[in-house]
Protein backbone atom coordinates (compact mmCIF):
# COMPACT_ATOMS: atom_id res chain seq x y z
CA UNK A 1 0.00 0.00 0.00
CA UNK A 2 1.18 3.30 -1.17
CA UNK A 3 0.76 6.14 1.14
CA UNK A 4 -1.44 7.85 -1.12
CA UNK A 5 -3.94 5.74 -0.01
CA UNK A 6 -5.44 7.13 2.30
CA UNK A 7 -6.72 10.67 2.79
CA UNK A 8 -4.15 13.31 2.52
CA UNK A 9 -4.45 16.53 3.61
CA UNK A 10 -2.33 19.08 1.59
CA UNK A 11 1.04 20.40 3.41
CA UNK A 12 0.19 22.61 6.55
CA UNK A 13 2.91 25.05 4.98
CA UNK A 14 0.12 26.50 2.59
CA UNK A 15 -1.23 28.10 5.39
CA UNK A 16 1.21 30.74 4.75
CA UNK A 17 1.07 30.72 1.07
CA UNK A 18 -2.48 31.51 1.00
CA UNK A 19 -2.79 34.21 3.44
CA UNK A 20 0.26 35.96 1.81
CA UNK A 21 -1.49 35.67 -1.41
CA UNK A 22 -5.22 36.64 -0.32
CA UNK A 23 -3.84 39.44 1.22
CA UNK A 24 -1.91 40.07 -1.71
CA UNK A 25 -5.28 40.12 -3.65
CA UNK A 26 -7.45 41.54 -0.64
CA UNK A 27 -4.28 44.54 -1.00
CA UNK A 28 -7.12 47.31 -2.94
CA UNK A 29 -9.80 46.48 -0.37
CA UNK A 30 -7.34 46.71 2.38
CA UNK A 31 -5.76 49.77 1.30
CA UNK A 32 -9.11 51.09 0.60
CA UNK A 33 -10.20 50.03 4.15
CA UNK A 34 -7.52 51.15 6.29
CA UNK A 35 -7.79 54.76 4.22
CA UNK A 36 -12.17 54.93 5.37
CA UNK A 37 -10.82 53.11 8.55
CA UNK A 38 -8.94 55.99 9.87
CA UNK A 39 -11.03 58.53 8.36
CA UNK A 40 -14.24 57.23 10.28
CA UNK A 41 -12.58 55.57 12.96
CA UNK A 42 -13.98 52.03 12.33
CA UNK A 43 -11.64 49.66 13.64
CA UNK A 44 -13.43 46.36 13.77
CA UNK A 45 -13.95 46.56 9.67
CA UNK A 46 -10.15 46.86 8.90
CA UNK A 47 -9.56 43.91 11.54
CA UNK A 48 -12.67 41.94 9.55
CA UNK A 49 -10.66 43.20 5.89
CA UNK A 50 -7.14 41.08 7.42
CA UNK A 51 -8.85 38.30 8.93
CA UNK A 52 -11.19 37.08 6.16
CA UNK A 53 -8.47 36.26 3.73
CA UNK A 54 -6.52 34.22 6.75
CA UNK A 55 -9.81 32.33 6.94
CA UNK A 56 -10.28 31.46 3.64
CA UNK A 57 -6.52 29.84 3.90
CA UNK A 58 -7.38 28.13 6.82
CA UNK A 59 -11.26 26.45 5.29
CA UNK A 60 -9.05 25.11 2.33
CA UNK A 61 -6.79 23.88 4.40
CA UNK A 62 -9.39 22.24 6.37
CA UNK A 63 -11.68 21.09 3.59
CA UNK A 64 -9.08 20.03 0.68
CA UNK A 65 -7.82 16.39 1.04
CA UNK A 66 -7.10 14.00 -1.62
CA UNK A 67 -5.74 10.52 -2.25
CA UNK A 68 -5.45 7.69 -4.85
CA UNK A 69 -7.55 4.69 -4.62
CA UNK A 70 -8.69 1.45 -6.34
CA UNK A 71 -6.86 3.17 -9.35
CA UNK A 72 -8.67 6.79 -9.11
CA UNK A 73 -7.27 9.71 -8.09
CA UNK A 74 -9.62 11.70 -5.74
CA UNK A 75 -9.92 14.78 -4.61
CA UNK A 76 -12.86 16.31 -2.08
CA UNK A 77 -13.21 20.11 -1.58
CA UNK A 78 -15.32 22.96 -0.14
CA UNK A 79 -17.53 23.56 2.87
CA UNK A 80 -20.21 24.88 2.03
CA UNK A 81 -20.56 23.47 -1.60
CA UNK A 82 -18.67 19.98 -1.05
CA UNK A 83 -17.23 18.64 -4.31
CA UNK A 84 -15.65 15.17 -5.15
CA UNK A 85 -13.69 14.46 -8.38
CA UNK A 86 -12.14 11.76 -9.05
CA UNK A 87 -10.43 10.38 -12.24
CA UNK A 88 -9.32 7.15 -12.82
CA UNK A 89 -5.43 6.97 -12.71
CA UNK A 90 -4.46 5.46 -16.82
CA UNK A 91 -6.68 8.57 -17.87
CA UNK A 92 -4.02 11.42 -16.22
CA UNK A 93 -1.76 12.87 -19.52
CA UNK A 94 -0.25 15.06 -18.14
CA UNK A 95 1.21 16.44 -14.21
CA UNK A 96 2.25 20.00 -13.87
CA UNK A 97 3.97 21.11 -10.49
CA UNK A 98 4.00 24.95 -10.59
CA UNK A 99 6.10 26.71 -7.14
CA UNK A 100 5.57 30.34 -7.16
CA UNK A 101 8.43 32.09 -5.04
CA UNK A 102 6.08 32.17 -2.21
CA UNK A 103 5.99 28.42 -3.02
CA UNK A 104 9.90 27.67 -3.06
CA UNK A 105 10.34 29.62 -0.34
CA UNK A 106 8.09 27.35 1.79
CA UNK A 107 9.36 24.10 -0.60
CA UNK A 108 5.91 23.53 -1.42
CA UNK A 109 4.52 22.94 -5.14
CA UNK A 110 0.97 22.99 -6.27
CA UNK A 111 -0.17 20.18 -8.75
CA UNK A 112 -2.39 19.94 -11.43
CA UNK A 113 -3.52 17.06 -12.54
CA UNK A 114 -4.45 17.13 -16.80
CA UNK A 115 -6.86 14.46 -17.66
CA UNK A 116 -7.76 15.71 -20.71
CA UNK A 117 -11.24 16.90 -19.98
CA UNK A 118 -12.99 19.49 -22.21
CA UNK A 119 -14.21 21.25 -18.62
CA UNK A 120 -11.93 24.64 -18.43
CA UNK A 121 -14.09 25.05 -15.26
CA UNK A 122 -11.98 26.29 -11.94
CA UNK A 123 -13.84 24.04 -10.12
CA UNK A 124 -13.63 20.76 -11.96
CA UNK A 125 -9.63 21.17 -12.22
CA UNK A 126 -7.70 18.72 -9.91
CA UNK A 127 -5.48 21.15 -8.21
CA UNK A 128 -3.35 20.64 -5.13
CA UNK A 129 -2.56 24.08 -3.86
CA UNK A 130 -0.03 22.84 -2.27
CA UNK A 131 2.32 20.25 -1.56
CA UNK A 132 5.69 19.44 -0.15
CA UNK A 133 7.88 19.54 -3.65
CA UNK A 134 8.95 15.54 -2.93
CA UNK A 135 5.56 14.66 -1.87
CA UNK A 136 4.21 16.37 -5.12
CA UNK A 137 7.04 14.39 -7.23
CA UNK A 138 5.99 11.28 -5.26
CA UNK A 139 2.24 11.55 -6.46
CA UNK A 140 3.78 12.86 -9.84
CA UNK A 141 5.73 9.74 -10.03
CA UNK A 142 2.98 7.38 -8.72
CA UNK A 143 0.49 8.82 -11.53
CA UNK A 144 2.13 8.39 -14.66
CA UNK A 145 4.35 5.71 -13.27
CA UNK A 146 7.53 7.18 -14.58
CA UNK A 147 9.26 5.22 -11.25
CA UNK A 148 6.76 2.22 -11.10
CA UNK A 149 5.78 3.76 -8.11
CA UNK A 150 3.15 0.89 -8.90
CA UNK A 151 4.92 -2.30 -10.12
CA UNK A 152 6.19 -2.68 -6.72
CA UNK A 153 8.47 -5.53 -6.87
CA UNK A 154 8.51 -8.69 -4.34
CA UNK A 155 11.15 -11.03 -3.33
CA UNK A 156 10.65 -14.80 -2.58
CA UNK A 157 10.72 -14.05 0.97
CA UNK A 158 7.62 -11.60 0.89
CA UNK A 159 9.43 -8.73 1.48
CA UNK A 160 8.31 -5.52 -1.28
CA UNK A 161 11.52 -3.99 -2.89
CA UNK A 162 10.55 -0.36 -3.77
CA UNK A 163 12.24 -0.04 -7.34
CA UNK A 164 14.97 2.19 -8.51
CA UNK A 165 13.82 5.61 -10.07
CA UNK A 166 14.05 5.71 -13.93
CA UNK A 167 17.17 7.59 -15.03
CA UNK A 168 15.70 11.00 -16.35
CA UNK A 169 17.84 11.22 -19.92
CA UNK A 170 18.61 14.65 -20.53
CA UNK A 171 17.33 16.16 -23.83
CA UNK A 172 18.04 19.72 -23.92
CA UNK A 173 19.05 22.43 -21.52
CA UNK A 174 18.73 26.01 -21.79
CA UNK A 175 21.62 28.25 -22.75
CA UNK A 176 21.93 32.01 -22.49
CA UNK A 177 22.65 32.11 -25.86
CA UNK A 178 19.07 31.47 -26.52
CA UNK A 179 18.18 34.78 -25.40
CA UNK A 180 19.11 35.95 -28.92
CA UNK A 181 15.55 33.92 -30.30
CA UNK A 182 13.58 35.98 -28.17
CA UNK A 183 13.23 39.26 -30.12
CA UNK A 184 12.49 37.02 -32.87
CA UNK A 185 9.56 35.28 -31.47
CA UNK A 186 6.61 37.30 -31.89
CA UNK A 187 6.79 38.22 -28.10
CA UNK A 188 8.32 41.37 -29.25
CA UNK A 189 5.17 42.38 -31.12
CA UNK A 190 3.22 41.61 -27.47
CA UNK A 191 5.63 43.92 -25.81
CA UNK A 192 5.07 46.51 -28.24
CA UNK A 193 1.22 46.30 -28.64
CA UNK A 194 1.00 46.62 -24.65
CA UNK A 195 3.19 49.91 -24.42
CA UNK A 196 1.11 51.50 -26.92
CA UNK A 197 -1.98 49.96 -24.79
CA UNK A 198 -0.60 51.44 -21.52
CA UNK A 199 0.54 54.68 -23.36
CA UNK A 200 -3.07 55.02 -24.85
CA UNK A 201 -4.61 54.30 -21.41
CA UNK A 202 -2.21 57.09 -19.52
CA UNK A 203 -2.77 59.75 -22.29
CA UNK A 204 -6.26 59.34 -21.68
CA UNK A 205 -5.92 59.74 -17.60
CA UNK A 206 -3.28 62.55 -17.28
CA UNK A 207 -4.92 65.13 -19.66
CA UNK A 208 -2.26 66.62 -21.39
CA UNK A 209 -2.33 70.44 -22.53
CA UNK A 210 -0.38 70.06 -26.49
CA UNK A 211 -0.02 73.55 -27.21
CA UNK A 212 1.34 74.72 -30.95
CA UNK A 213 4.68 75.37 -29.59
CA UNK A 214 4.87 71.51 -28.47
CA UNK A 215 3.72 70.66 -32.13
CA UNK A 216 6.40 72.77 -33.63
CA UNK A 217 9.40 70.49 -31.48
CA UNK A 218 8.18 67.49 -33.31
CA UNK A 219 10.60 66.78 -35.84
CA UNK A 220 11.89 63.93 -37.54
CA UNK A 221 14.78 63.42 -35.51
CA UNK A 222 12.09 63.34 -32.33
CA UNK A 223 9.73 60.52 -33.91
CA UNK A 224 12.42 58.55 -34.75
CA UNK A 225 14.36 58.47 -31.50
CA UNK A 226 10.40 57.81 -29.91
CA UNK A 227 10.25 55.02 -32.38
CA UNK A 228 13.62 53.33 -31.90
CA UNK A 229 13.22 53.77 -28.03
CA UNK A 230 9.93 51.71 -28.36
CA UNK A 231 11.81 48.65 -30.05
CA UNK A 232 14.67 48.47 -27.77
CA UNK A 233 12.10 48.83 -24.60
CA UNK A 234 9.97 45.67 -26.40
CA UNK A 235 13.45 43.37 -27.34
CA UNK A 236 14.18 44.30 -23.55
CA UNK A 237 11.15 43.38 -22.60
CA UNK A 238 10.75 40.45 -24.81
CA UNK A 239 14.42 39.13 -23.84
CA UNK A 240 13.20 39.72 -20.33
CA UNK A 241 10.04 37.48 -20.11
CA UNK A 242 11.77 35.09 -22.09
CA UNK A 243 14.75 34.83 -19.36
CA UNK A 244 11.57 34.49 -16.40
CA UNK A 245 9.69 31.92 -18.02
CA UNK A 246 11.92 29.98 -20.16
CA UNK A 247 15.33 30.26 -17.80
CA UNK A 248 16.57 27.44 -15.92
CA UNK A 249 15.04 25.15 -18.86
CA UNK A 250 15.32 21.90 -19.38
CA UNK A 251 13.51 19.08 -21.28
CA UNK A 252 13.94 15.14 -20.45
CA UNK A 253 13.07 11.76 -20.64
CA UNK A 254 12.26 9.96 -17.70
CA UNK A 255 10.69 6.73 -17.53
CA UNK A 256 7.39 6.68 -19.88
CA UNK A 257 7.61 10.54 -19.18
CA UNK A 258 8.52 13.76 -20.71
CA UNK A 259 9.56 16.50 -17.77
CA UNK A 260 9.71 19.91 -19.03
CA UNK A 261 11.11 22.18 -16.30
CA UNK A 262 11.72 26.32 -16.64
CA UNK A 263 11.10 29.35 -14.87
CA UNK A 264 13.15 31.63 -13.06
CA UNK A 265 11.21 32.84 -10.59
CA UNK A 266 8.08 30.48 -11.06
CA UNK A 267 8.98 27.39 -10.99
CA UNK A 268 7.30 24.99 -13.43
CA UNK A 269 7.65 21.01 -14.06
CA UNK A 270 5.24 20.19 -16.76
CA UNK A 271 5.34 16.32 -16.89
CA UNK A 272 3.67 14.35 -19.68
CA UNK A 273 2.74 10.50 -20.53
CA UNK A 274 4.45 9.41 -23.36
CA UNK A 275 1.97 7.20 -24.45
CA UNK A 276 0.01 10.32 -25.25
CA UNK A 277 2.19 12.39 -27.26
CA UNK A 278 0.47 12.13 -30.46
CA UNK A 279 3.00 14.23 -32.40
CA UNK A 280 5.32 16.66 -32.88
CA UNK A 281 4.57 20.73 -34.10
CA UNK A 282 8.34 22.05 -35.48
CA UNK A 283 7.39 25.93 -35.10
CA UNK A 284 9.29 27.66 -38.31
CA UNK A 285 7.96 30.96 -37.63
CA UNK A 286 9.40 33.26 -40.77
CA UNK A 287 10.99 35.52 -38.47
CA UNK A 288 12.34 32.74 -36.19
CA UNK A 289 13.73 30.83 -39.47
CA UNK A 290 15.85 34.57 -40.43
CA UNK A 291 17.60 33.68 -36.34
CA UNK A 292 18.25 30.26 -37.71
CA UNK A 293 15.61 29.49 -34.73
CA UNK A 294 13.08 26.65 -33.77
CA UNK A 295 10.34 26.38 -31.11
CA UNK A 296 8.68 22.60 -30.32
CA UNK A 297 5.28 22.05 -29.78
CA UNK A 298 4.30 18.49 -28.64
CA UNK A 299 0.59 17.18 -29.77
CA UNK A 300 -0.65 15.50 -26.82
CA UNK A 301 -3.86 13.21 -26.69
CA UNK A 302 -6.37 14.71 -24.49
CA UNK A 303 -4.23 17.94 -24.21
CA UNK A 304 -5.86 20.64 -26.27
CA UNK A 305 -7.55 24.35 -26.78
CA UNK A 306 -5.91 27.28 -25.76
CA UNK A 307 -4.92 26.73 -22.09
CA UNK A 308 -3.14 23.65 -22.83
CA UNK A 309 -0.49 25.63 -25.15
CA UNK A 310 1.89 26.24 -22.79
CA UNK A 311 1.81 23.08 -21.44
CA UNK A 312 2.47 21.15 -24.43
CA UNK A 313 5.65 23.08 -25.09
CA UNK A 314 8.32 21.10 -25.67
CA UNK A 315 10.90 24.04 -26.68
CA UNK A 316 10.53 27.46 -26.65
CA UNK A 317 12.34 29.53 -29.47
CA UNK A 318 16.12 28.11 -29.46
CA UNK A 319 19.04 27.15 -32.29
CA UNK A 320 17.54 25.29 -35.07
CA UNK A 321 19.79 22.17 -34.67
CA UNK A 322 18.30 21.40 -30.74
CA UNK A 323 15.00 21.72 -32.15
CA UNK A 324 15.17 19.06 -34.68
CA UNK A 325 17.11 16.90 -32.11
CA UNK A 326 14.05 17.79 -29.98
CA UNK A 327 11.50 16.76 -32.51
CA UNK A 328 13.40 13.38 -33.26
CA UNK A 329 13.87 12.76 -29.76
CA UNK A 330 10.21 13.21 -28.43
CA UNK A 331 9.23 11.48 -32.04
CA UNK A 332 11.71 8.42 -31.50
CA UNK A 333 12.79 8.92 -35.55
CA UNK A 334 14.46 11.87 -37.36
CA UNK A 335 13.72 11.57 -40.78
CA UNK A 336 9.56 12.95 -40.08
CA UNK A 337 11.84 16.33 -39.36
CA UNK A 338 13.78 15.70 -42.13
CA UNK A 339 12.59 13.90 -44.85
CA UNK A 340 11.72 16.02 -48.15
CA UNK A 341 7.83 16.49 -48.39
CA UNK A 342 5.99 15.89 -51.45
CA UNK A 343 5.32 19.81 -53.14
CA UNK A 344 1.59 20.04 -54.50
CA UNK A 345 2.23 20.90 -57.96
CA UNK A 346 1.77 23.26 -60.26
CA UNK A 347 -2.33 24.15 -59.64
CA UNK A 348 -1.16 24.85 -55.46
CA UNK A 349 1.98 27.11 -56.70
CA UNK A 350 -0.90 29.51 -59.07
CA UNK A 351 -3.05 29.71 -56.34
CA UNK A 352 -0.21 30.53 -53.98
CA UNK A 353 0.20 33.40 -56.02
CA UNK A 354 -3.34 34.57 -56.67
CA UNK A 355 -4.26 34.47 -53.25
CA UNK A 356 -1.24 36.61 -52.42
CA UNK A 357 -1.27 39.22 -54.93
CA UNK A 358 -5.63 39.61 -54.42
CA UNK A 359 -4.83 40.50 -51.22
CA UNK A 360 -2.32 43.01 -52.24
CA UNK A 361 -4.68 44.51 -54.48
CA UNK A 362 -6.81 46.89 -52.29
CA UNK A 363 -3.45 48.40 -51.05
CA UNK A 364 -2.33 48.80 -54.65
CA UNK A 365 -5.65 50.33 -55.83
CA UNK A 366 -5.74 53.18 -53.07
CA UNK A 367 -2.12 55.17 -53.84
CA UNK A 368 -3.33 54.53 -58.11
CA UNK A 369 -6.78 56.13 -57.28
CA UNK A 370 -4.69 58.87 -55.38
CA UNK A 371 -2.74 59.61 -58.77
CA UNK A 372 -5.94 59.35 -60.86
CA UNK A 373 -7.58 61.69 -58.27
CA UNK A 374 -4.49 64.59 -59.03
CA UNK A 375 -1.92 62.98 -56.35
CA UNK A 376 1.70 63.31 -56.58
CA UNK A 377 2.83 60.51 -58.89
CA UNK A 378 5.47 59.09 -56.77
CA UNK A 379 2.74 57.40 -54.88
CA UNK A 380 2.86 54.76 -57.82
CA UNK A 381 5.73 53.76 -56.27
CA UNK A 382 3.77 53.26 -52.89
CA UNK A 383 1.85 51.12 -54.91
CA UNK A 384 4.96 48.30 -55.69
CA UNK A 385 5.27 47.51 -51.87
CA UNK A 386 2.50 45.43 -51.13
CA UNK A 387 3.17 43.80 -54.69
CA UNK A 388 6.61 43.20 -53.48
CA UNK A 389 5.61 41.70 -49.85
CA UNK A 390 2.69 39.62 -51.29
CA UNK A 391 5.33 38.18 -53.93
CA UNK A 392 8.20 37.31 -51.30
CA UNK A 393 5.31 36.05 -48.80
CA UNK A 394 3.79 33.85 -52.10
CA UNK A 395 7.13 32.67 -53.01
CA UNK A 396 8.15 31.45 -49.54
CA UNK A 397 4.25 29.90 -49.18
CA UNK A 398 4.91 27.83 -51.94
CA UNK A 399 8.50 26.61 -50.65
CA UNK A 400 6.79 25.81 -47.33
CA UNK A 401 3.89 23.45 -48.91
CA UNK A 402 4.27 20.15 -48.75
CA UNK A 403 3.30 17.04 -47.43
CA UNK A 404 4.25 12.92 -46.49
CA UNK A 405 4.13 9.94 -44.59
CA UNK A 406 7.16 8.95 -43.10
CA UNK A 407 7.72 6.42 -40.42
CA UNK A 408 4.70 5.81 -39.55
CA UNK A 409 3.91 9.96 -39.15
CA UNK A 410 1.91 11.91 -41.44
CA UNK A 411 3.56 14.88 -41.86
CA UNK A 412 2.56 18.30 -43.31
CA UNK A 413 3.83 21.59 -43.75
CA UNK A 414 2.48 25.24 -44.55
CA UNK A 415 2.25 29.09 -43.76
CA UNK A 416 5.02 31.15 -44.01
CA UNK A 417 4.96 33.74 -41.05
CA UNK A 418 3.63 31.23 -39.18
CA UNK A 419 5.07 28.18 -40.49
CA UNK A 420 5.23 25.11 -38.91
CA UNK A 421 5.53 21.46 -39.84
CA UNK A 422 3.48 19.00 -38.09
CA UNK A 423 4.08 14.87 -37.57
CA UNK A 424 1.37 13.23 -36.31
CA UNK A 425 1.74 9.67 -35.25
CA UNK A 426 -0.70 7.45 -38.05
CA UNK A 427 -1.74 5.45 -35.08
CA UNK A 428 -3.40 9.07 -33.32
CA UNK A 429 -5.42 9.47 -36.54
CA UNK A 430 -8.87 9.84 -35.85
CA UNK A 431 -10.42 10.99 -39.21
CA UNK A 432 -9.57 13.07 -41.87
CA UNK A 433 -11.46 16.39 -43.17
CA UNK A 434 -11.73 17.25 -47.21
CA UNK A 435 -12.14 20.81 -47.81
CA UNK A 436 -12.61 22.40 -51.51
CA UNK A 437 -14.42 25.37 -53.05
CA UNK A 438 -15.80 25.54 -55.94
CA UNK A 439 -12.75 27.11 -56.83
CA UNK A 440 -10.30 24.11 -55.48
CA UNK A 441 -12.63 21.79 -57.26
CA UNK A 442 -12.12 23.03 -60.29
CA UNK A 443 -8.06 22.85 -59.86
CA UNK A 444 -8.10 19.55 -58.44
CA UNK A 445 -7.09 19.96 -55.28
CA UNK A 446 -8.40 20.00 -51.33
CA UNK A 447 -7.19 21.37 -48.20
CA UNK A 448 -7.06 18.15 -46.03
CA UNK A 449 -6.94 17.97 -42.16
CA UNK A 450 -5.77 14.79 -40.30
CA UNK A 451 -7.95 14.79 -37.13
CA UNK A 452 -6.34 13.90 -33.42
CA UNK A 453 -7.77 13.91 -30.17
CA UNK A 454 -4.91 16.43 -29.35
CA UNK A 455 -3.35 19.51 -29.92
CA UNK A 456 -5.60 22.03 -32.13
CA UNK A 457 -7.62 18.98 -32.81
CA UNK A 458 -5.84 18.49 -36.41
CA UNK A 459 -2.92 18.89 -38.59
CA UNK A 460 -3.84 20.19 -41.79
CA UNK A 461 -2.36 21.12 -44.98
CA UNK A 462 -3.94 23.41 -47.90
CA UNK A 463 -4.16 22.36 -51.71
CA UNK A 464 -3.07 19.08 -51.91
CA UNK A 465 -3.60 17.23 -55.05
CA UNK A 466 -6.89 14.84 -54.84
CA UNK A 467 -4.69 11.82 -55.75
CA UNK A 468 -2.66 12.59 -53.23
CA UNK A 469 -4.88 13.29 -50.75
CA UNK A 470 -5.86 9.70 -50.86
CA UNK A 471 -2.79 8.69 -50.93
CA UNK A 472 -1.48 10.02 -48.04
CA UNK A 473 -4.84 9.43 -46.47
CA UNK A 474 -4.52 5.67 -47.43
CA UNK A 475 -0.41 4.72 -46.25
CA UNK A 476 -2.03 6.39 -43.06
CA UNK A 477 -5.04 4.18 -42.23
CA UNK A 478 -5.03 1.48 -44.81
CA UNK A 479 -8.61 1.64 -45.95
CA UNK A 480 -10.68 3.84 -44.22
CA UNK A 481 -10.60 6.42 -47.22
CA UNK A 482 -9.95 3.31 -49.88
CA UNK A 483 -13.76 2.07 -49.29
CA UNK A 484 -15.36 5.06 -50.87
CA UNK A 485 -13.33 5.55 -53.80
CA UNK A 486 -14.18 5.84 -57.45
CA UNK A 487 -12.54 5.44 -61.12
CA UNK A 488 -12.77 8.93 -63.24
CA UNK A 489 -11.28 9.12 -66.88
CA UNK B 1 -7.22 8.86 -62.09
CA UNK B 2 -9.29 7.03 -58.51
CA UNK B 3 -10.93 10.24 -56.44
CA UNK B 4 -13.08 10.10 -53.50
CA UNK B 5 -16.77 9.12 -54.17
CA UNK B 6 -19.97 11.06 -52.95
CA UNK B 7 -21.78 9.48 -49.92
CA UNK B 8 -24.32 6.94 -51.30
CA UNK B 9 -27.17 8.42 -49.37
CA UNK B 10 -29.11 12.13 -50.22
CA UNK B 11 -30.77 13.45 -47.48
CA UNK B 12 -34.51 13.97 -47.04
CA UNK B 13 -36.03 16.42 -50.15
CA UNK B 14 -37.88 17.90 -47.47
CA UNK B 15 -34.94 19.38 -46.64
CA UNK B 16 -34.75 21.63 -49.89
CA UNK B 17 -38.14 23.34 -48.97
CA UNK B 18 -36.66 23.50 -45.16
CA UNK B 19 -33.55 24.97 -45.94
CA UNK B 20 -35.80 27.53 -48.43
CA UNK B 21 -38.50 28.28 -45.58
CA UNK B 22 -34.74 29.02 -43.01
CA UNK B 23 -32.45 30.91 -45.86
CA UNK B 24 -36.04 32.63 -46.51
CA UNK B 25 -36.28 34.15 -43.46
CA UNK B 26 -33.09 35.15 -42.87
CA UNK B 27 -32.80 36.39 -46.41
CA UNK B 28 -36.06 38.49 -45.39
CA UNK B 29 -34.39 40.36 -42.40
CA UNK B 30 -31.31 41.09 -44.48
CA UNK B 31 -32.98 42.43 -47.17
CA UNK B 32 -34.93 44.55 -44.42
CA UNK B 33 -31.50 45.88 -42.70
CA UNK B 34 -30.06 46.71 -46.06
CA UNK B 35 -33.40 48.32 -47.14
CA UNK B 36 -33.50 51.06 -44.43
CA UNK B 37 -29.87 51.77 -44.54
CA UNK B 38 -30.28 52.33 -48.40
CA UNK B 39 -33.36 54.43 -47.65
CA UNK B 40 -31.82 56.74 -44.82
CA UNK B 41 -28.17 56.64 -45.40
CA UNK B 42 -27.87 56.10 -49.45
CA UNK B 43 -27.44 59.25 -51.88
CA UNK B 44 -30.49 59.79 -53.89
CA UNK B 45 -29.36 59.20 -56.53
CA UNK B 46 -28.14 55.33 -55.46
CA UNK B 47 -31.12 54.75 -53.32
CA UNK B 48 -33.37 52.67 -55.27
CA UNK B 49 -30.97 50.82 -57.10
CA UNK B 50 -28.91 49.69 -54.59
CA UNK B 51 -32.07 48.67 -52.79
CA UNK B 52 -33.18 46.59 -55.67
CA UNK B 53 -29.68 45.11 -55.80
CA UNK B 54 -30.14 44.00 -52.10
CA UNK B 55 -33.72 42.17 -52.47
CA UNK B 56 -32.43 40.73 -56.00
CA UNK B 57 -29.29 39.42 -54.18
CA UNK B 58 -31.08 38.40 -51.26
CA UNK B 59 -33.93 36.24 -53.69
CA UNK B 60 -31.12 34.99 -55.26
CA UNK B 61 -29.35 33.19 -52.11
CA UNK B 62 -32.69 32.31 -50.63
CA UNK B 63 -33.50 30.58 -53.71
CA UNK B 64 -30.49 28.64 -55.16
CA UNK B 65 -28.40 28.00 -51.73
CA UNK B 66 -30.97 25.27 -50.68
CA UNK B 67 -31.16 23.80 -53.95
CA UNK B 68 -26.71 23.87 -54.10
CA UNK B 69 -26.87 22.58 -50.93
CA UNK B 70 -29.33 19.76 -51.31
CA UNK B 71 -27.22 18.55 -54.49
CA UNK B 72 -24.02 18.43 -52.12
CA UNK B 73 -25.67 17.24 -48.40
CA UNK B 74 -24.72 13.61 -48.43
CA UNK B 75 -23.62 11.31 -46.16
CA UNK B 76 -23.12 6.94 -45.88
CA UNK B 77 -22.48 4.55 -43.32
CA UNK B 78 -19.81 1.75 -43.78
CA UNK B 79 -19.45 -1.28 -41.49
CA UNK B 80 -16.14 0.61 -40.08
CA UNK B 81 -16.66 4.22 -41.32
CA UNK B 82 -19.10 7.27 -41.06
CA UNK B 83 -18.35 9.35 -44.45
CA UNK B 84 -20.37 12.58 -44.61
CA UNK B 85 -20.45 15.42 -46.92
CA UNK B 86 -21.69 19.13 -46.57
CA UNK B 87 -21.59 22.85 -47.99
CA UNK B 88 -22.56 24.46 -51.10
CA UNK B 89 -19.77 26.82 -52.34
CA UNK B 90 -17.02 25.12 -50.19
CA UNK B 91 -17.95 20.94 -50.11
CA UNK B 92 -16.47 19.50 -46.74
CA UNK B 93 -16.02 15.89 -46.54
CA UNK B 94 -15.42 14.46 -43.43
CA UNK B 95 -14.67 10.74 -42.61
CA UNK B 96 -14.10 9.40 -39.38
CA UNK B 97 -13.58 5.54 -38.55
CA UNK B 98 -15.95 4.09 -36.38
CA UNK B 99 -13.84 2.95 -34.01
CA UNK B 100 -13.05 6.59 -33.48
CA UNK B 101 -17.01 7.46 -32.50
CA UNK B 102 -17.38 8.78 -29.16
CA UNK B 103 -20.61 10.49 -29.14
CA UNK B 104 -23.95 10.02 -31.45
CA UNK B 105 -26.15 12.84 -30.80
CA UNK B 106 -29.56 13.43 -32.45
CA UNK B 107 -31.58 16.65 -32.71
CA UNK B 108 -34.49 18.20 -33.71
CA UNK B 109 -35.03 22.14 -33.77
CA UNK B 110 -39.09 23.97 -34.32
CA UNK B 111 -38.54 24.24 -38.13
CA UNK B 112 -37.02 20.56 -38.26
CA UNK B 113 -39.80 18.85 -36.25
CA UNK B 114 -42.42 20.78 -38.50
CA UNK B 115 -41.07 18.90 -41.19
CA UNK B 116 -40.29 15.94 -39.48
CA UNK B 117 -36.70 16.13 -40.34
CA UNK B 118 -33.66 16.00 -37.88
CA UNK B 119 -29.59 16.16 -37.53
CA UNK B 120 -27.90 13.34 -36.96
CA UNK B 121 -24.30 15.08 -35.48
CA UNK B 122 -21.51 12.06 -34.80
CA UNK B 123 -18.65 13.11 -32.50
CA UNK B 124 -14.73 12.04 -32.25
CA UNK B 125 -12.15 12.94 -29.84
CA UNK B 126 -11.16 15.81 -31.95
CA UNK B 127 -11.84 19.13 -31.61
CA UNK B 128 -11.89 19.98 -35.45
CA UNK B 129 -15.33 19.68 -36.12
CA UNK B 130 -17.39 16.74 -35.78
CA UNK B 131 -19.32 15.06 -38.65
CA UNK B 132 -23.08 16.79 -38.92
CA UNK B 133 -25.80 14.96 -40.82
CA UNK B 134 -28.85 17.91 -41.53
CA UNK B 135 -32.22 17.41 -43.23
CA UNK B 136 -32.61 13.21 -42.18
CA UNK B 137 -36.07 11.66 -42.56
CA UNK B 138 -36.72 11.79 -38.74
CA UNK B 139 -37.34 7.79 -38.81
CA UNK B 140 -34.33 7.45 -41.04
CA UNK B 141 -32.09 9.53 -38.33
CA UNK B 142 -33.34 7.38 -35.44
CA UNK B 143 -32.58 4.03 -37.09
CA UNK B 144 -28.80 5.55 -38.24
CA UNK B 145 -28.61 6.73 -34.38
CA UNK B 146 -29.11 2.84 -33.21
CA UNK B 147 -26.98 1.82 -36.05
CA UNK B 148 -23.98 4.23 -35.07
CA UNK B 149 -24.43 3.23 -31.64
CA UNK B 150 -24.61 -0.64 -31.96
CA UNK B 151 -21.43 -0.21 -34.59
CA UNK B 152 -19.41 1.54 -32.35
CA UNK B 153 -20.19 0.01 -28.95
CA UNK B 154 -18.68 -2.82 -30.75
CA UNK B 155 -15.24 -1.70 -30.65
CA UNK B 156 -13.36 -1.65 -27.31
CA UNK B 157 -10.87 0.93 -26.28
CA UNK B 158 -11.43 4.92 -25.27
CA UNK B 159 -11.75 6.38 -29.14
CA UNK B 160 -8.66 8.57 -28.38
Known amino acids: ?489 | MTQLRDPAHRVSPRARLMWHVETGIAALAVAAGLGVAAVLAAPDALRWGLLALAIIVCTAVAVVVPQWRYRVHRWEVSATAVYTQRGWWARERRIAPMSRVQTVDFAQGPLARLFGLATVTVTTASAAGPLQIEGLDRDVALALVDELTRKADLVAGDAT
Do not use: C
Request: charged letters at 15%; glycine letters at 10%.
Open chain 1, 1 to 489: MTPTETWQRLDPRMLLVHPIKEVGRFLPVLIGLLIAGGASGGGPWALLGVGLPVGLGVVRYLTTTYRIHDGRVELRRGLLQRHTLATPVDRVRAVDLTASPIHRILGLATVVIGTGSVASDADERLELDALPRDEAARLRAALLRTGQAYAVQVLPDGTALPPPPAVEQVVARFSPRWLWYAPFSGTVLVAAGAMLGVAGQLSQSIHVRITEADLAAITEALVLVVAAGIVVLAIVLAVGGYLVTNGNFVLARQGSAWHVRRGLLTHREISIDVARVAGVSLGEPAALRVARGRRVHAIVTGLGGEHHASSSMLLPPAPRAIGYDVASAVLGDATPMSAPLLPHGRAAVTRRYTRALLGALPFVLLPVAGVVAGGPVWLLVVALLPVGVALALAVDRVRSLGHAFVAGHVVMRSGSALRSRDALAAGHVIGWNQRATWFQRRAGLVSLAATTAGGKGRVHVPDVPVAAAIALAEAATPGLVGQFLEEVR
